[in-house]
């Protein structure tokens, strides 16, 4: 069962860490894990993950373990990837065994963190609050606590903090935030749990390196992440984290400088690929030097100086808010102007991101399977063409969803009569069913409603159409539906796709 | 049926003639069925082949040579026939007599890659003119044996037989099929001999194209297609195997045949795609038509003609093989509720005229490099640079533009890919280091549809820069003209590698040096 929760922690090659250590050399550290541990609390969950080769199953059940801890007004941090896609969730605490049985209020999936409330008032009595403090100095020592595997009880690791850097988290998989880089072991179950520096939270353990990759590398959340989610959903929902969407160019290039304009000097990057469903399009355009972020001059390398730390020029949109503006200065064929960005989240990563709690959309129809490209898709794919590869992986770059906001797939032909000469079709792109564009799952449905005696579909790239007849394909349904126990032949919730891009326009 | 063989024959007498007329003295063979293995091994000739081909990746790099030995077949006129694939990015020919010993340098005369075939000829023409020649065996059909001809070191043949199982289209190399001879049988020598003769009685029946030791199968390259390539060699110059400029699927599917109105007696083949300017779009072939007849040819719901001797066929045979360039063929097509017949006047696709280039042999590829950065046209060589497993290695949106090369969207109206492979790094373009595989869009305000249009265009700069504008981030790019001959000169002294000059004219520097490889395995490796 404990394999079961490294599954869940590794990611991408990451590999999420519980922290225990042996505490036993110094004394008057004993005296401090004794305050220290009332805070602590193991986290017992059953996950079932949808199985996106069958949209309409239930999903496959796990057990996992993980750690989280009590903060001020009774409330429980921990990772969302402890607590993803959970069905059941209990807590343990130190000296109780009792097990409480507890629900996610709030879950952050790309920036992997989650609350908990517990259904029983009585579970925090004698428990103990945490505080967040700062993001700890480089080379100073950070304790972590946990239920990492190799034991039951709890674990505490020490090291020092190696590096503080803007990287990828692996539980969305298209993130990246700021982290904190440590020493410590760190081992699969000790997700959600906290770091310590002088009493206070300086981090959340959550991911670190496979030891075949490199030794001795874990990473927490770090506070700014950590305050910035108890901000968000103090309205009572999480919005998730904004962005500007557009692609910087440093400028440490000296020609490159010169025909911008640019004399001399470590200042500047240069706007690249604006994403058309970024906040920053219709504002900023390749070739502008940006100068300055909200005030702080931007370096060549796209980093600014916040506090003691040079960080990436993103660390000051990713601690805004849905409905906050970036102020950026620029300069633009010679031209220095200001201007206020609103920022937004741009949809189109989603696709690409690691979904949770959402169960996968599909739609079947006289015995075909149509489910839209997502990452939980693409990873049960027996085999990828170029062309699916082509729209998983450059579905931003290529602008692709301008055209196939969703793209819809024939994931699967069911073997029928009136599916006999289908089988080539198979992973195809649909484009059009009877002439209209298919930009949305939901439109692909629409088009099956009306009544039409062929529902002729054309695929991406494959000009031979593919010809339903509508009235035997609806005969299919039912007997396609009863033979391979299709339980469900629709399920449209959950679209990641904003309505006005969702329009034909 | 009949009419095939009526076109095979006359393809052999036109080949008679064209033997006479090329005044060879050659008498005809008097007697071959029942030619002595002297005989055999008379006609036969070692033909090494010492080979370098270029890497795509380091365009001015050629790889260490390689050498491999065919057993080539002496056909009429003193030439001999061996595999394509042997003869590619060629350097030095080396033919040698089986029974004398006797070696002389050749030269390859003719060369197809799509049909993985060529003929060589001694430098000295007395080297093979008194050889009997080959003959071509009548075509061979499901059940009949066939010999495959090893020979040894030492100049003896061994010979191993075998049943003919299945005959159909095969690959030859990327995207070319052509009617293949599948033989039952084992190859006991392993000689790594690229070209192996295959008989029939005493006349070629083929070539080995390709042998799976481990299946105990021998892909050999069919008789009618000899037949093509040799007619086409003897007919002055040599314009290839046509096409038609189409892509077709079934129409099996009783729902998409109620749906395109075509009733039940109307067998034919589905016009998906009909390629802008090709032979059939001038003929005025429709997508969603359906062809019924190709000549003389009725063709099912598969996509098949019934063959005489081989029985169904894909109609692609008739015609990338049974006709030749600016052959005029009518196809009858229903279109509409009615048939209508449109004469389609064949023609070959070279490979530059692709997008997307299939292959690129016995030419250096054509680069620049202009500020460091080194730009290419995406090529399939290009691609299978990227290893075995290039399918997956290899950078996914230019694989798409390969495989996707005939539905990109036409607006854009460029004949090739242009992108920066790579930039080679020197103190100017710091920060530009990596860069690869992004497709350039303009340079200095003019759209690039090819590489000779980045020449063109750096003879204006913009305000003093060379303005590079990429369809990938970082979009634009800038280089000063100014600089340029500082940084080549880093480049040809610290990384020795050569610039091609930037003048106006589009040649490369090696017109005649050469490529890569068509995708094909022979036999006795």
Redesign the interface.
């Known amino acids: 069962m404990q394999l079961s929760i490294s599954s869940v922690l590794f990611k991408s090659g990451l590999i999420l860490l519980l922290i225990l250590c042996a505490m036993a050399d110094v004394v008057a550290a004993g005296e401090r894990i004794d305050t220290l541990r009332r805070s602590l609390v193991r986290i017992y969950t059953v996950a079932q993950s949808p199985d996106y080769s069958t949209p309409w199953a239930p999903g496959n059940a796990s057990e996992g373990w993980g750690t989280g801890f009590v903060i001020a007004k009774k409330r429980i941090l921990t990772n969302a990837h402890v607590v993803s896609n959970a069905r059941f969730i209990t807590l343990e605490k130190e000296d109780d065994a009792r097990r409480y049985e507890a629900r996610v209020k709030f879950i952050a999936h790309d920036c992997d963190l989650a609350m908990l409330e517990v259904l029983d008032p009585d579970f925090f009595k004698g428990t103990q609050a945490l505080h967040l403090g700062a993001v700890p100095a480089l080379d100073s020592t950070v304790t972590v606590l946990g239920y990492p595997i190799g034991g039951n009880r709890l674990s505490v690791t020490r090291g020092v903090v190696s590096r503080i850097d803007y990287r990828g988290y692996a539980h969305s998989g298209v993130d990246a935030h700021l982290v904190v880089q440590i020493d410590a072991a760190i081992n699969p179950g000790n997700s959600g749990g906290p770091v310590i520096q002088e009493d206070q939270v300086a981090g959340v353990a959550f991911q670190g390196y496979s030891g075949m990759v490199a030794q001795n590398v874990g990473y927490m959340i770090p506070t700014p992440v950590i305050e910035r989610f108890l901000k968000d959903v103090a309205d009572g929902r999480y919005d998730r984290y904004v962005d500007l969407g557009f692609?910087h160019?440093?400028?440490?290039?000296?020609?490159?400088r010169?025909?911008?304009g640019l004399g001399p000097g470590d200042y500047g990057v240069?706007v690249?690929?604006v994403m058309r469903a970024g906040a920053a399009y219709g504002h900023l355009e390749?070739?502008d030097v940006l100068l300055a972020i909200d005030g702080l001059p931007i370096a060549g390398d796209g980093r600014v100086k916040m506090g003691n730390d040079r960080v990436m020029l993103h660390e000051v949109v990713e601690r805004k808010f849905k409905g906050d503006s970036v102020a950026l200065k620029l300069q633009r064929q010679g031209r220095k102007m200001t201007l206020t960005i609103p920022l937004n989240t741009p949809w189109p990563y989603l696709m690409q991101a690691n979904q949770y709690d959402e169960l996968p959309r599909f739609v079947m129809y006289g015995g075909i399977v149509f489910q839209p490209l997502s990452s939980g898709f693409y990873d049960v794919l027996p085999n990828r063409s170029?062309?699916l590869?082509?729209y998983f992986?450059?579905f931003l770059?290529?602008e692709l969803y301008l055209e196939h906001p969703e793209v819809v797939v024939i994931s699967k032909i069911f073997p029928d009569p009136?599916t006999?000469?289908?089988g080539g079709f198979t992973y195809g792109i649909v484009d059009q069913v009877n002439g209209e564009k298919v930009k949305v799952l939901e439109d692909l449905a629409a088009a099956f409603a009306r009544p039409s005696d062929?529902y002729?579909i054309r695929l991406v790239?494959?000009?031979?159409?593919l010809?339903?007849?509508a009235g035997?394909a609806q005969e299919a349904s039912q007997r396609i539906r009863r033979q391979y126990g299709i339980t469900q032949t629709a399920h449209l919730k959950g679209s990641i796709v904003p309505p006005d891009w969702a329009a034909v326009r | 049926m009949l009419i095939t063989r009526i076109v095979h024959a006359t393809l052999g007498i036109m080949m008679l003639a064209s033997i006479t007329a090329c005044g060879t003295l050659q008498t005809a063979p008097p007697d071959i069925i029942n030619r002595t293995p002297d005989h055999v091994q008379a006609s036969l000739v070692r033909v090494t082949v010492t080979s370098q081909n270029y890497i795509f990746h380091r365009p001015w790099q050629q790889r260490p040579p390689v050498t491999h030995t065919a057993i080539g077949v002496v056909v009429a006129g003193g030439q001999v026939l061996v595999n394509a694939s042997i003869v590619a990015n060629q350097r030095y020919i080396e033919l040698e007599t089986l029974d004398t010993q006797e070696k002389q340098p050749g030269r390859v005369a003719v060369v197809d890659y799509e049909a993985n075939l060529a003929l060589v000829e001694p430098v000295n023409a007395a080297f093979s003119t008194d050889r009997t020649p080959f003959a071509l065996s009548d075509d061979a059909g499901i059940g009949e044996h066939l010999t495959v001809l090893q020979v040894k070191p030492d100049g003896d043949i061994i010979s191993a037989s075998g049943e003919i199982t299945s005959v159909e289209l095969g690959v030859y190399s990327l995207n070319n099929y052509f009617l293949t001879y599948r033989v039952n049988s084992s190859l006991q020598y392993r000689f790594n001999n690229q070209t192996l003769p295959v008989v029939k009685a005493d006349g070629l029946a083929g070539l080995v194209l390709r042998h799976n030791a481990a299946g105990q199968t021998i892909e050999v390259i069919a008789a009618p297609v000899i037949r093509h390539f040799l007619l086409d060699a003897r007919n002055g110059d040599y314009e290839g195997f046509p096409t038609a400029g189409f892509h077709f699927g079934q129409t099996l599917d009783p729902q998409l045949r109620r749906y395109i109105e075509v009733p039940d007696p109307i067998e034919g083949i589905y016009v998906q795609k009909v390629i802008k300017g090709g032979p059939a779009d001038r003929a005025g072939l429709q997508a969603g038509d359906v062809i019924t007849r190709i000549g003389a040819h009725e063709l099912f719901n598969t996509g098949q003609y019934q063959d005489p001797l081989y029985g169904k066929t894909s109609a692609v045979h008739l015609i990338r093989t049974l006709a030749q360039v600016g052959d005029r063929i009518t196809f009858t097509v229903y279109r509409d509720g009615a048939l209508l017949p449109l004469d389609v006047i064949l023609d070959h696709r070279r490979p530059d005229e692709y997008l997307v280039p299939p292959y690129i042999v016995d030419q250096a590829p054509e680069y620049l490099i202009v500020g460091g950065m080194v730009l290419q046209e995406l090529s399939m060589p290009y691609l299978r640079e990227y290893g075995n497993d290039w399918v997956t290695d290899a950078p996914i949106h230019l694989l798409y533009y390969q495989q996707n090369q005939d539905y990109l969207n036409g607006e854009e109206a460029r004949e090739k890919i242009v992108i920066v492979t790579e930039v080679i790094p020197t103190p100017y373009t710091i920060g530009y280091e990596n860069l690869n595989n992004v497709v350039v869009a303009k340079v200095n305000g003019k759209a690039i549809g090819k590489l000779g249009d980045v020449r063109t265009a750096l003879a204006s700069p913009l305000n003093g820069f060379h303005k590079i504008e990429l369809r990938q981030h970082p979009r634009v790019l800038y280089l000063d003209p100014k600089e340029l001959p500082m940084i080549d000169q880093i480049i040809t002294q610290r990384y020795r590698i050569p610039i091609p000059p930037l003048g106006m004219d589009n040649k490369p520097m090696h017109p005649d040096r050469g490529s890569i490889q068509p995708d094909t395995n022979t036999a006795g490796e």
Request: proline share 8%; glycine share 8%.
């Open positions: 692609q160019f440093p400028l440490i290039n000296a020609t490159q010169r025909a911008l240069m690249g690929e390749t070739g170029v062309t590869r082509y992986s450059q770059s290529e009136t006999s000469y289908l062929f002729v790239g494959d000009p031979q159409p010809v339903l007849e035997a």
